[in-house]
Structure formats: C-alpha cells, structure tokens
Nanobody
C-alpha cells in the first residue's frame, strides 16, 4: 500500500507558475499527474518512471507544450510538477497517481495503469 499526499496547488493569474508536490509513502514503479476539470474526464498530464536513479524516463500530454516539467526526488520519494505559463484552461483538480512493481501496464496515459491515487490539489488560473 502506497499513500500519496499532494500539495502546492493554489490560485494564480494567467502566465503565472505553480509547483505541485506528491509525497509517496513507499517504493513506486511509475508516478504521474492527472487533472480533472468540472464536467470533464480525468486526463493525464505527465508521467515519470521512478524505479531508477540514473534514468528519468518521462512522458507528457500534448497540451503541456513545454510549459510543465515533471521530476522525481528518489531520496525523498517525492514527485514534482513545475507548471509555468499557466492558462485558465489549466484550472482543474490535479491528482498524483502511482503504480508499483508487479502492476499491470495499460499505457502510460491510462488511469488503469495506476493503482494508488492522492486526494488531489486544486489549481485555479484566472485570466
């Protein structure tokens, strides 16, 4: 069992920045950030493989367009999402998700790949 605790959400104006953090209580295989706006499906933002300390393989959704950076501090077991040039359409609840070794893989962008989920942190971007 892995517990995930997100922090770092808040309210910013368009063009601003926020850094989200997600602390994991145990070892993980992959960690990702998802987001869900009211009335929308939960969608993946970015993912990083977290089992190795020398190779940080990551993936991003197209809408990130170079504005967000995912990173992982293995010593702290913490995943980060640096979000720059935020837009009103980035407004959503952001969720941290994780899979562990042995979990089935349905694709890096599939919610089914991730077994553990945090409670979410709200990001609001005003124009």
């Amino acid at each position: 069992q892995v517990e995930l605790v997100e922090s770092g959400g808040g309210s910013v104006q368009a063009g601003g920045s926020l850094r989200l953090s997600c602390a994991a209580s145990g070892d993980t295989r992959r960690m990702g950030w998802f987001r869900q706006a009211p009335g929308n499906e939960r969608e993946v933002v970015a993912m990083m493989v977290t089992t190795t300390s020398t190779s940080e393989y990551s993936e991003y959704s197209d809408f990130v367009s170079g504005r967000f950076t995912i990173s992982h501090d293995k010593a702290k077991g913490t995943l980060y999402l640096q979000m720059n040039d935020l837009k009103p359409e980035d407004t959503a609840m952001y969720y941290c998700a994780a899979s562990v070794i042995g979990d089935a893989f349905y694709g890096w962008d599939s919610r089914r790949t991730y077994t553990f989920w945090g409670q979410g942190t709200q990001v609001t971007v005003s124009s």
